[in-house]
């Protein structure tokens, strides 16, 4: 079997790393949560694996480590913060925090950040808000890269600009983190590095053919990743990549038009909370009729059951704490570097007794 | 050369025709104004195709015409509103003025609806707002009907749930109106008439079994339209439609856990205020950025140009204010039993000296 590690192992194991790399205190704390709440959901893309890049951003200069994001502009509900490449998991955990605060008092409260660093996996934010019994939305582009062309386009504009949003049912919350392209360069670097092709056409080579080979993605110019809707109905996609842009690199007041480079995020939060519009008991009334919808839909062939968004990844987490985390094999190898290059014990593995 | 009418004695019938049905004057202006910018930018199933059933509805008791929405919970940026069936696109446009009031002093302002009537065409919501130099967010839900499964599932749960949008750029506005499903009902509707298949499998038959043949939504129990992504990708846009339907039966605290029928949407407005965030000016120079970098795109086979959302509607209505609006021609027949039925003079038509 795999190896398995528990969750406060790691939790201690990566704030110990961040903090030897020279994050203060509450910066590698958040850091280290978001990671491991990343895999904690079997995001492993999103996870630990983040872990070494970040921490070789910070050694670059490119990720800060101190001080405050600036505040541009400021109403009661509405922040705008210059983010300053501060650590991504801290920025939007205290974005989100000021966006709830405004909310609990307006019903609505909104935070835009110019300049973050990575994020990390937007998912990980939703379960505390939605434990609160408010409405997250956040949204994130990165403006020093693309890989989606406009509709009816063959040259990359706009990132995958995903959409997570999180809130309450009586029978858990609902977590959704999608991105507007089909697939993301991840997938497709991934599949190009297997030899295989995706099932579908979801890529188009430079010239617009759409294509299943991950290869098209790295021709020069290179092609590009369509939109949510693909061939048939990508123009939808393509719009709603564009309003995650606008919401991110539009209102923070950053973004392409300034040709930014480095590794960074504009990011969009948005916090409701239902009991300030039709009330708390009535959203959970019509959020739990329609959780009660999707489990006890009949599922289609090749499907056990129909799935709520976020399904999925509360299973993998309440399995991986009470089983203990099993890793992608691929981030070991990367924390016991990180280990020897910090003088950090490394986490403990948990005992195979079970037998799972 | 088909008919054509000019805006003004299109919206001048259309006033008349709801004013002797029994609606007040703005509420009638509203609702002419708003049907016949719908004509304008050629989405003709979402325009003055919808009187006749709009004006049958207020027949029946079903719209009402009477009084005010009843405010049922208000802080300074976000109110909730008991729609009584009042006329959607009156309703709609009083949501928009009190959220843009509210997105003037505090950078975003948003009103949920429960029980408006049917609000017609989102897109023709979004110029006005883009010209103030606002974002607008529009979305609805009708928790009566359904047509969209739960990935994985087979019975219908929710609508196809549109996502409307518009905000300013140098070179026009942007204006997004994309449902959450790749078709429509009333798409599908339409190709069972014509006898024509789906170019893709843009359906669910009632087994859960993927098909492009539009009977299959006609089925006792019926299949249902694919979110958008379809087949391969669909989780992402039932995780969409999902939202869309948070924020508007959730948010408003009216839904299907009420079991309603009869016409009706639930609605979330929402307008921000890009000088309350980044500034006005790096707002328009990011979507200006945007704009050039879609329209300067070299096309791919089949496109003559790459497209941003709304050049479609902007060109058509363009042409429609030039020329006339060449109304689809199902229309002209029931504008003449309208005018019958009310005693209204029928619009006249555009000379055609023009050659077009």
Chains 1, 2 share one sequence.
């Not at 434990?131 to 509709?151: F, K, Q």
């Not at 030899?195 to 993605?217: E, I």
């Not at 480079?261 to 916090?271: D, I, K």
């Not at 691929?330 to 403990?348: F, H």
């Amino acid at each position: 079997m795999a190896a398995r590690h528990g969750a406060a192992a790691l939790l201690r194991f990566a704030t110990e790393c961040a903090r030897a790399a020279g994050l203060p205190e509450e910066k590698a704390r958040d850091l280290a949560e978001v990671l491991v709440e990343g895999d904690l959901m079997g995001h492993d893309t999103h996870g630990l694996a983040l872990l070494t890049p970040y921490l070789d951003s910070l050694a670059a200069g490119d990720m800060r480590a101190e001080g405050e994001p600036e505040v541009v502009s400021a109403t009661p509900v509405a922040e705008t913060w210059e983010g300053r490449k501060l650590p991504g998991p801290w920025l939007v955990r205290r974005a989100i925090a000021a966006a709830e605060k405004a909310a609990d008092i307006f019903g609505l409260g909104a935070v835009s950040i110019a300049r973050s660093h990575h994020i990390g996996c937007l998912a990980a934010y939703g379960p505390p808000v939605a434990a609160r019994g408010r409405m997250l939305l956040l949204m994130c582009s990165d403006p020093a890269t693309a890989s989606v062309a406009p509709w009816g386009g063959t040259r990359r504009i706009i990132t995958p600009n995903p959409v997570a949003a999180a809130w309450p049912t009586p029978e858990g919350p609902v977590l959704i983190d999608v991105s507007m392209s089909i697939t993301t360069n991840g997938m497709t670097g991934r599949r190009r590095g297997e030899g295989t092709r995706f099932p579908g056409q979801w890529l188009l080579d430079a010239d617009g053919n759409p294509t299943d080979d991950p290869n098209a993605f790295f021709t020069e110019p290179g092609g590009t990743l369509l939109p949510l809707g693909g061939v048939d109905a990508g123009h939808k996609g393509f719009a709603l990549g564009l309003l995650v842009e606008a919401l991110t690199s539009g209102l923070s007041g950053h973004g392409r038009a300034e040709a930014p480079t480095g590794w960074g995020a504009n990011v969009f939060v948005l916090v409701l909370d239902p009991a300030k519009f039709g009330g708390a008991e009535r959203f959970l009334a019509e959020s739990g009729w329609m959780a009660r919808a999707v489990h006890g839909n009949p599922p289609r062939p090749g499907f056990d059951a129909a799935r709520l968004p976020g399904d999925g990844a509360m299973a993998r987490k309440a399995k991986a704490l009470a089983e203990g985390v099993a890793l992608h094999p691929s981030i070991p190898p990367a924390l016991e570097k990180l280990a020897a290059r910090y003088g950090v014990a490394l986490p403990d593995q948990v005992q195979s007794g079970s037998g799972s």
